[in-house]
C-alpha cells in the first residue's frame, strides 16, 4: 500500500496533476444541478447579451444554438454513433460510459441534482464545475472571483487549468482514452489546439475593460503556448499511463502517428529527411503535443534547443521499449518545467517564434502530419498576434489547403508552400 501511495505521489510530482482544488470537474467532489439551473432568462438565459451585470447573460443561447458541445450526447444516436457502437459490441452508445465520458457531464449519479440531465452534453457544469455551493452565491456583487474558485466555479479563466479541462477529453486523460479501438471502430481522430479551439467553440465571453479587470487580459500567444507546453505535458501523461503501465502485447496504438500505420505501400517516406532519428520501420508516438516545443525553445532558450532534440528522440526510441521509457519521460518533464519558466517572455518574442516555425517549414522538418497541421494553426494565430494576417491571407489558405486531407498529406508539397511564404 505505502509504495502504491509513494508512487502515485511520484506520478504526480512526475506529470503535473493539477493541484487538488483545481480538479477537473468530471472528478471533483461537488453536486452537478444540470443546465437548466442556470439558463433562466435572468441568469445566463437572455436572448441577447445584457450590459447591466458584468457578463453577457445569454451564455446558455450561444451555447445551445452555436457551441458543438451542446450537440456533443444527441450525436451519439447517430448514424456514425450507432455504427462506432456497433463495431464494438456495444448495445448503444449513448448508455455506454467509455461515451459518455467525454460526450457527456458523466458525473456519478450521486452528484447529479434534480434538474441534471444527460442529455444536455457538455454542459455549463462541464466546464465550470458543479455549481452546489456557488450557485446561489456566485451572483452576489460583492462575491469575487476568487470566493467562487473556492466555492467550486473551475478556474476556466486560468490557462493551465483551460488546457487541462480541455484536453481532458480531446486528448484523453488517466481515466479515458479513444483508444484506437475505439478509433478502429469508426471515432474521428482527435487534434487540439487550445487558442483555435477557444475561438471556434466559439467564445460565450467578452474580454472588455470588466474582464481584465476581474480575470486576465487575455492574449492568444500565450493561450497558444501555455496550450503547447500543456499539450506536451498531457502527452507524457498519457504515454505514461497509457503506455509504459500495460504489457499488453501491443501497445496502445492511438498513442502512435495515426499515419506511421495508415499509408498505402506506394507512398515511400523514406524519400523525406528524418526528423526523429527512428530507423526505418518503426512506428512514430503521435508527437502533435510536442512539435511545437521546439520553436519556442529555439527562441526562449536557445542554449538548450540539442537537449531537446535529444530527449524527444530519445523518447521515441524508448517507445518500443518498457526500459528507458520512465526515464526518457521524466526527463522530458524536467525540461518542461524550465521552459515554462521562460514562457513570461513569450509574448514578446511571439513575432521570432513565428519565424523559427517557417524557417523549420522551409527546411521540411514537418514531415508528420500532426505537427503541419499544428504548425499552420500556430502561424495562422501568431500572424494575427503580430498584426500581419491580412496581408498572408492568400499564402494560409494554400498551407490550409495542404493539411486539408489528412489522407493526401504531402511533406515535399508541405514544404514547397512554407518557402512562398512572402514577407512575414
Ligand atoms: C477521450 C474522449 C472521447 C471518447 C472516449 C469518445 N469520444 Fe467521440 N469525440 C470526442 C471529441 C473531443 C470529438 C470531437 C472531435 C473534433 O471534432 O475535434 C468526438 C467526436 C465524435 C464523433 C464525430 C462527431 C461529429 O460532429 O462528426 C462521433 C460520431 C463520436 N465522437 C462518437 C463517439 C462514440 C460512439 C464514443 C464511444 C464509443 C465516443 N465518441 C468516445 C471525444 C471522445
Ligand atoms: C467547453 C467548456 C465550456 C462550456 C460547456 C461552458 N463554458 Fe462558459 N466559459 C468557458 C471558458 C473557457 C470561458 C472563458 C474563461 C473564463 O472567463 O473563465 C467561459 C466563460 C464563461 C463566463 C464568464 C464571462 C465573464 O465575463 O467572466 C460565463 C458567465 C460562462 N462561461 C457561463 C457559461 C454557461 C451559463 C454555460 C452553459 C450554458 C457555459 N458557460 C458553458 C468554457 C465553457
Ligand atoms: C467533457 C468533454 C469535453 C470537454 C471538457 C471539452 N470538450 Fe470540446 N468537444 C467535446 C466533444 C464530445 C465534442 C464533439 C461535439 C460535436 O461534434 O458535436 C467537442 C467539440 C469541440 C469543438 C468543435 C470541434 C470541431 O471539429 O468543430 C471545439 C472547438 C471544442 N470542442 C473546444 C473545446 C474547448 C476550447 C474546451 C475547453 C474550454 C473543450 N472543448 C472542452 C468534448 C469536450
Ligand atoms: C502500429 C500501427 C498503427 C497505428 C499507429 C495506428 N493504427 Fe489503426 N490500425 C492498425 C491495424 C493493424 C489495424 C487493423 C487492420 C485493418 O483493419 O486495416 C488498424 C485499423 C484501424 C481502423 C479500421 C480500418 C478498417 O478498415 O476497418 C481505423 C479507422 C484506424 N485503425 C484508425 C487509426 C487512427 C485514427 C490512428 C491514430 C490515432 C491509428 N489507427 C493508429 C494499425 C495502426
Not at 456497433?86 to 460526450?103: F, M, Q, S
Not at 505535458?233 to 506511421?260: G, M, Q, W
Request: with cysteine; charged share 20%.
Amino acid at each position: 500500500m505505502k509504495s502504491v501511495h509513494v508512487f502515485f505521489i511520484s506520478i504526480c510530482f512526475l506529470i503535473h496533476l493539477p493541484a487538488l482544488g483545481n480538479e477537473i470537474p468530471q472528478y471533483a467532489e461537488k453536486m452537478h444541478m444540470g443546465v437548466a439551473t442556470c439558463a433562466s432568462g435572468v441568469c445566463h438565459g437572455s436572448i441577447r447579451a445584457r450590459s447591466a451585470t458584468n457578463v453577457l447573460q445569454n451564455e446558455f443561447v450561444t451555447w445551445s444554438r452555436l457551441d458543438p458541445h451542446s450537440n456533443a450526447y444527441n450525436l451519439l444516436f447517430n448514424e456514425d454513433s450507432r455504427r462506432i457502437a456497433r463495431n464494438l459490441g456495444l448495445p448503444n452508445a449513448h448508455e455506454a460510459g467509455v461515451c459518455l465520458d467525454c460526450h457527456a457531464d458523466n458525473v456519478p449519479i450521486k452528484r447529479r441534482g434534480p434538474k441534471f440531465q444527460l442529455s444536455d452534453g457538455v454542459g455549463c457544469e462541464s466546464c465550470h464545475g458543479g455549481s452546489e455551493s456557488y450557485l446561489s452565491s456566485h451572483t452576489d456583487p460583492n462575491q469575487g472571483h476568487a470566493q467562487n474558485i473556492e466555492d467550486g466555479l473551475y478556474p476556466t479563466d486560468d490557462v493551465v487549468a483551460r488546457a487541462n479541462l480541455c484536453f481532458s477529453c480531446h486528448m484523453g486523460d488517466q481515466n479515458k482514452i479513444a483508444s484506437h479501438e475505439i478509433m478502429g471502430a469508426g471515432h474521428p481522430r482527435l487534434s487540439i489546439e487550445l487558442d483555435t479551439f477557444t475561438a471556434l467553440e466559439p467564445p460565450h465571453y467578452l474580454v472588455d475593460s470588466d474582464y481584465r479587470e476581474r480575470k486576465w487580459k487575455e492574449d492568444s500567444v500565450v493561450v497558444w503556448a501555455v496550450g503547447q507546453l500543456q499539450a506536451a505535458r498531457k502527452t507524457v501523461l498519457l504515454i505514461e499511463e497509457h503506455l509504459s503501465n500495460r504489457d499488453d502485447r501491443f501497445p496502445e496504438l492511438s498513442l502512435f502517428d495515426c499515419h506511421a500505420c495508415h499509408h498505402p505501400m506506394s507512398d515511400i517516406k523514406w524519400q523525406q529527411k528524418r526528423t526523429v532519428g527512428l530507423p526505418p520501420g518503426s512506428v512514430r508516438l503521435n508527437d502533435a503535443g510536442l512539435s511545437m516545443i521546439l520553436p519556442m525553445v529555439e527562441v526562449l532558450m536557445p542554449e538548450e534547443s540539442r537537449t531537446f532534440v535529444t530527449l524527444s528522440r530519445n523518447l521515441h526510441l524508448a517507445s518500443s521499449k518498457t526500459i528507458g521509457l520512465a526515464r526518457s519521460l521524466e526527463e522530458l518533464s524536467i525540461f518542461l518545467d524550465g521552459l515554462e519558466e521562460k514562457l513570461n517572455l513569450i509574448s514578446e518574442r511571439s513575432k521570432d517564434v513565428m519565424l523559427e516555425i517557417l524557417k523549420m517549414g522551409q527546411e521540411g522538418k514537418f514531415r508528420d502530419y500532426v505537427a503541419a497541421e499544428q504548425a499552420v494553426m500556430a502561424l495562422d494565430l501568431l500572424l494575427q498576434a503580430n498584426g500581419t494576417r491580412g496581408r498572408s491571407e492568400n499564402w494560409l489558405d494554400v498551407l490550409y489547403a495542404t493539411v486539408e486531407n489528412q489522407d493526401r498529406y504531402n511533406p515535399l508539397a508541405f514544404q514547397k508552400a512554407m518557402q512562398g511564404s512572402a514577407g512575414l
